[in-house]
C-alpha cells in the first residue's frame, strides 16, 4: 500500500481573520480625483465637512502619503492628519476626502 493514498488532504478550509476595524473598500474610479496631489490644495473632510491643506506630499517606498492641515486661523497648531493616497486610471484621490477647488490640477 502507498503512503500517500493514506493521507486525507483538506478539500477547502475557511478561516476568517478580523481585528476590530470594518474593512472599507474605495472605489477610486467614482471618487474625485485629480492629477497628482499637490501643496497648496484644499480637500474637505467627507465626515464632518472641514477643510484641509495638503502642506507636504512624500513617498514612502512604494506608496505616496499626502500630510493635510486643517485650512483654518489656529493651522499652525493644529495637528497634521497623514493619509495614504490612492491612485487609480483616473488619477489621485484621498480616501475620506473630496477635492473642493476648481478646475483640473
Avoid at 473598500?25 to 467627507?46: P, Y
Wanted: proline share 5%.
Amino acid at each position: 500500500m502507498d503512503v500517500l493514498s493514506t493521507v486525507h488532504l483538506p478539500t477547502c478550509m475557511h478561516a476568517q481573520l478580523t481585528t476590530g476595524f470594518a474593512a472599507v473598500t474605495l472605489n477610486v474610479e467614482n471618487a474625485m480625483a485629480v492629477k497628482s496631489i499637490q501643496l497648496g490644495q484644499v480637500w474637505r473632510k467627507d465626515e464632518n465637512g472641514q477643510d484641509y491643506l495638503v502642506t507636504k506630499v512624500y513617498n514612502e517606498v512604494f506608496t505616496q502619503y499626502a500630510l493635510l492641515r486643517p485650512a483654518e486661523v489656529n493651522a499652525p497648531d493644529a495637528p497634521t492628519v497623514k493619509v495614504k493616497v490612492a491612485k487609480s486610471t483616473a488619477g489621485a484621490a484621498l480616501p475620506g476626502f473630496t477635492f473642493t477647488q476648481e478646475g483640473s490640477f
